[in-house]
């Protein structure tokens, strides 16, 4: 062996005790040094050491090794995607991109760091050809996802039906809805289009007036380039057509609807505006269902005039302003629609439809990378709800099943859903469930979270006395049968809710019995905490009265007995506000010389005060630390 290879075995022996150490950045080193002597029969070792962290997970390591591997063979597309992959499990996202991106400029065509980057843009924990499968079924999408009901469609065709001749019905049937929850039907051919001589309603005024959607897919959106971080569409475009919906007439003369359309949408909605309440929650929902089949069946005139008066109707409903989105990017182009829904997503960011439709605009104007990451999104936000686009459908079905008792599968959903929106209704709903479940310390945390965010509820103060009344009872019984363990745990959910005297003294009792001396400490001095509270609560209101009898003698020119009042209630906290009265009061009185000696015992009592604070503190920290170690 001759002194290269000596080196070689000596860089590299050292550099795998390095990494047996967990210290990659030094193991990076020696391997660098190894390459440099004789890069050929180092690569050959590298890499046997590369492929052993690879099998055993050992991610820093496979960094490590797999770093100096690639600044060997730069054009490995395979070795940049697996370190990518190694730095995103590792967390360090800003690096897996560039790994990413190494491997594209390598290889434009290269698939899976193609979907692996757009995994790292979504924060997803998909790999590989996961990725590719996870979103293949959005991949294949050739019209936008919208809301399907049947059961409201074929109360539509009722409508329909009753005031329109048999003869003008179409004499096909219409095709079949999918059952899968918001898929919408993807046998339309794109390019067949209804009503195509009806009168359209204006634009806004931010689009020409007549639509152009060729000219406006062919050009690439700001949005497409940078996620539209400064969206351009106007904060009104709703209110634009408000008076146009109110003014919804019989169109012009129009080609006659493909067959496959079975509902004839404008007539159905002017025979409702004649003849039913269009403010009336059902209408409403009819109103819904027919825009998602004008959205469906490529009529995006209807489905904007639509979902234009849903909007004012439903301010708050997000998936209506996903639709009108939609509706838009059919009827005048994408562009400004990737705006719109990029907008939605800024204060609804978990809302299904908007997420899956923005995947598929950037698709239809080629920006994959984009598209696939909407996709990745998409499809793990689905994968939380159950397949459900419409997150009140899946509220609703946990209604169902806390109505039924099913509380397992209905507290599943309400944490869900509580997880995307905080509400004191779905809090409610969960420490209910908790409770019957017998999970007393999460149901707590779920009321303690609504008295922060409410502080003032009458209904959480009673909910609060009801539950500690339960804890107290839990704990007496569980004395009585000497299950001491289960009684500090009634005791200390008890405690959460209010600090009393008398359940210190039962938690150290319990604590004893289960000799457990650093938390009966703990509590011994919690107890001389509490009562020191309750005497400084005390003087302090004793305090207050002293301040304003003081008030009430100077309102009345007795000087010398407002300075007694306050000289009492200086005396028991050293208040700056006061100290400036009773010097005004000296002055006013003449009694100059007491002064000097007022000035003195302020500055005394303020650094006296002081000290006592530090002392508080530290008290606290022992405090802590003991609780620690008694819980280890």
Not at 142 to 160: A, C, N, P, R
Not at 280 to 302: F, M, N, S, W
Not at 342 to 353: A, E, F, K, M, S
Not at 566 to 587: C, I, N, Q, S, T
Request: net charge negative; charged share 35%.
């Amino acid at each position: 062996m001759d002194k290269n290879e000596q080196l070689i075995e000596k860089h590299l022996g050292e550099a795998e005790r390095l990494m047996d150490g967990k210290l990659y950045d030094r193991a990076m080193i020696e391997f660098s040094k190894a390459m440099k002597i004789n890069r050929k029969q180092a690569s050959k070792a590298v890499k046997g050491i590369y492929e052993r962290c690879m099998a055993s997970g050992d991610y820093g390591g496979l960094i490590a090794v797999g770093s100096n591997l690639l600044s060997q063979v730069p054009d490995n597309i395979e070795l940049a995607n697996i370190l990518g992959n190694a730095y995103r499990r590792m967390g360090n996202f800003p690096q897996a991109t560039k790994l990413y991106e190494h491997a594209l400029n390598a290889d434009v065509k290269a698939e899976l760091p193609a979907y692996n980057l757009a995994a790292t843009l979504a924060h997803s924990n998909l790999f590989d050809q996961s990725v590719v499968s996870a979103i293949s079924e959005f991949e294949r999408m050739t019209s936008f996802k919208v809301l399907e009901d049947s059961e409201q469609e074929k109360k539509l065709m009722e409508i329909q039906r009753s005031f329109m001749p048999a003869n003008s019905e179409p004499e096909e049937e219409a095709p079949k809805v999918s059952s899968e929850k918001g898929e919408t039907t993807d046998n339309e051919a794109d390019s067949e289009k209804t009503n195509t001589d009806q009168t359209a309603d204006s634009p806004p005024e931010d689009q020409p007036s007549e639509p152009d959607k060729a000219s406006s897919q062919s050009k690439q959106s700001p949005s497409s380039k940078k996620e539209a971080t400064e969206a351009t569409a106007d904060p009104n475009w709703q209110k634009n057509l408000a008076n146009e919906v109110e003014e919804v007439e019989s169109p012009a003369k129009k080609q006659e609807a493909p067959k496959e359309i079975e509902l004839e949408p404008m007539e159905i909605f002017k025979h409702m505006r004649r003849n039913m309440d269009l403010d009336a929650e059902e209408t409403l929902i009819l109103i819904r269902a027919l825009g998602a089949y004008c959205l469906r069946h490529k009529q995006p005139d209807v489905a904007w005039r639509l979902f234009t008066r849903l909007s004012f109707a439903w301010p708050d409903d997000d998936n209506i302003q996903c639709f009108l989105a939609l509706a838009y990017a059919m009827w005048k182009g994408e562009n400004q629609a990737i705006d719109k829904l990029i907008t939605l997503l800024g204060d609804h960011p978990y809302n299904r439809y908007a997420n899956v439709n923005l995947g598929y605009l950037y698709q239809q104007q080629k920006e994959f990378l984009l598209s696939r990451k909407y996709f990745i999104i998409s499809r793990e936000l689905l994968e939380k709800s159950d397949g459900y686009y419409d997150l009140r459908e899946y509220r609703a079905l946990a209604d169902r099943y806390y109505e039924e008792e099913t509380f397992g599968a209905a507290l599943k959903i309400y944490e869900v859903l509580l997880s995307e929106r905080e509400t004191i209704d779905l809090l409610r709903r969960v420490g209910d469930i908790r409770l019957k479940m017998e999970k007393y310390k999460e149901a707590l945390e779920a009321f303690l979270r609504i008295k922060e965010i409410a502080p003032d509820s009458q209904e959480t103060d009673e909910i609060f006395q009801q539950l500690n009344q339960l804890f107290l009872q839990q704990a007496e019984s569980l004395t009585q049968e000497n299950k001491f363990a289960r009684v500090v745990e009634f005791l200390e959910l008890s405690l959460s809710i209010e600090r009393t005297i008398s359940v210190i003294e039962k938690l150290m009792d319990g604590y004893k019995a289960l000799r457990n001396e650093p938390k009966v400490q703990y509590y011994q001095k919690e107890l001389y905490r509490l009562r020191e509270d309750m005497r400084l609560q005390e003087q302090e209101k004793h305090r207050q009265s002293k301040i304003n009898e003081g008030k009430n003698y100077v309102k009345h020119h007795n000087y010398h007995k407002a300075i007694r009042s306050y000289e009492e209630a200086l005396r028991l906290k050293p208040d700056k506000e006061v100290f400036v009265k009773l010097l005004g009061l000296y002055k006013r009185t003449r009694q100059l010389d007491m002064i000097s000696d007022l000035t003195m015992r302020y500055n005394k009592s303020v650094e006296r005060e002081q000290q006592e604070a530090k002392y508080k503190q530290e008290m606290e920290r022992q405090q802590r630390v003991a609780l620690e170690d008694a819980d280890a």
